[in-house]
């Protein structure tokens, strides 16, 4: 299978989430994706999330239920271990769309609300650092 190339950014679609046009960073050093969520809110048995943020204007800020969801932990590039909300949802590349794991996360202080990791990216993409934006500008 050929893998398509892509840059160390790009702007992305979550149709599921409502949220359209979010700067990613590719990050083949990280395992898991993650997506920056202002307000995590578990109560019988679903989780309502707020995607809002003052840095990123294309987040809405509407509220997202899910029924289904998890748990998981997640170790930072610094050696912390957290444990996040695991979330399955649908992104959009190149026009085509996939199903992606999404933790959890309070990105604010963040350059980007959308961080790609290597569990996403394998047999799918091939990173180049020099390029960003090949996703986006296919439109």
């Not at 679903?46 to 987040?59: A, E, I, V």
């Not at 999404?102 to 996403?120: A, Y």
């Given at each position: 299978?050929?893998?398509?190339?892509?840059?160390?950014?790009?702007?992305?679609?979550?149709?599921?989430?409502?949220?359209?046009?979010?700067?990613?960073?590719?990050?083949?050093?990280?395992?898991?994706?993650?997506?920056?969520?202002?307000?995590i809110t578990e109560e019988?048995?679903?989780?309502?999330?707020?995607?809002?943020?003052?840095?990123?204007?294309?987040?809405?800020?509407?509220?997202?239920?899910?029924?289904?969801?998890?748990?998981?932990?997640?170790?930072?590039?610094?050696?912390?271990?957290?444990?996040?909300?695991?979330?399955?949802?649908?992104?959009?590349?190149?026009?085509?769309?996939y199903k992606i794991n999404?933790?959890?996360?309070?990105?604010?202080?963040?350059?980007?609300?959308?961080?790609?990791?290597?569990?996403?990216l394998a047999k799918k993409?091939?990173?180049?650092?020099?390029?960003?934006?090949?996703?986006?500008?296919?439109?």
């Open positions: 299978m050929k893998k398509q190339l892509i840059g160390r950014v790009d702007k992305i679609d979550f149709p599921k989430l409502n949220l359209f046009e979010i700067d990613a960073k590719i990050d083949s050093g990280a395992y898991t994706s993650a997506i920056h969520c202002s307000e019988n048995s679903t989780l309502r999330c707020k995607f809002y943020s003052k840095g990123h204007p294309n987040f809405s800020g509407k509220e997202v239920v899910f029924s289904e969801y998890s748990r998981t932990n997640v170790k930072s590039s610094n050696g912390f271990k957290e444990n996040r909300f695991k979330i399955k949802s649908e992104v959009i590349f190149f026009g085509k769309t999404l933790t959890l996360s309070t990105r604010d202080d963040m350059r980007f609300p959308v961080l790609i990791g290597r569990q996403f993409f091939l990173v180049d650092v020099d390029v960003q934006n090949l996703s986006f500008n296919k439109k």
